[in-house]
């Protein structure tokens, strides 16, 4: 079965620390991969997506994943976290479905608390 | 928010009355989607559309159904709702059909079924 997995529902850095919030995938065929924040009482936010290439992607905000191949994963990195990314994460991945269409799978979410 | 807006924005409603909730977009994109969103379960695809009077189903449509009239508009009804679809909904568009194009989500409506 295809699936998203956001092995924790919380992280908590301090200010100015470098977070990771993780995500592991299985899906069939290459994976189309994605980032979405979600602050409070709003909509999901795009943040990055790999699609192929360069394992190290960067998107929005100061953010950048890494897509790893042999682990399945694709790991959402900020080098120096601030209090307003405090929000939400969602990884989701683009699998392959019956008739080679392709629906988003979503993980969970991980809530990051950044605290001053 | 790409350009997306949905209405209302919050409603409260009694078990068995019909509820539509309404989903408009400015930019003339071709994809709109509905899920739902609910602790421990994250988003869930309850229907989604590819063009005018063109949608299918997605994960969890049972007790819902969408019509799509003209471009910019999206709408879901709940025909009967059940307290099940106490959630908040949002709407969502992609500018190309395809799993490697990103969706941009509307600011949600969060539907209180007593």
């Known amino acids: 079965a295809q699936s998203v997995a956001q092995p924790e529902d919380q992280v908590n850095v301090a200010e100015g620390n470098p977070l990771t919030v993780k995500c592991t995938y299985s899906?069939?065929?290459?994976?189309?991969l994605f980032w979405y924040v979600q602050y409070p009482n709003r909509g999901l936010q795009f943040l990055l997506k790999?699609?192929?290439?360069d394992n190290l992607v960067k998107g929005s905000y100061g953010f950048e994943a890494e897509f790893n191949k042999s682990q399945t994963s694709f790991h959402l990195k900020k080098p120096s976290a601030l209090v307003s990314d405090s929000a939400l994460y969602f990884c989701?991945?683009?699998?392959?479905?019956?008739?080679?269409?392709?629906?988003?799978?979503w993980g969970l979410g991980t809530s990051l608390a950044v605290n001053p | 928010d790409a350009g997306i807006t949905q209405s209302p924005r919050h409603k409260v409603t009694e078990t068995g009355t019909p509820v539509t909730l309404r989903c408009h977009q400015t930019?003339?994109?071709?994809?709109m989607y509905w899920y739902r969103q609910d602790p421990g379960h994250g988003l869930r695809l309850i229907h989604y559309?590819?063009?005018?009077?063109?949608?299918d189903k997605g994960e969890v449509s049972d007790g819902y159904s969408v019509s799509r009239s003209k471009t910019e508009d999206f709408l879901l009804t709940l025909e009967s709702a059940t307290s099940s679809q106490t959630s908040v909904y949002f709407c969502?568009?992609?500018?190309?059909?395809?799993?490697?194009?990103?969706?941009?989500f509307g600011p949600g409506t969060r539907l209180t079924v007593t």
């Open positions: 989701a991945v683009s699998g392959v479905n019956a008739g080679n269409n392709r629906k988003l799978i």
């Open positions: 899906v069939s065929g290459n994976p189309y």
């Open positions: 790999y699609i192929t290439g």
């Open positions: 930019e003339n994109h071709r994809y």
């Open positions: 559309s590819y063009g005018v009077k063109d949608t």
């Open positions: 969502a568009i992609s500018t190309r059909q395809g799993g490697e194009y990103e969706q941009y």
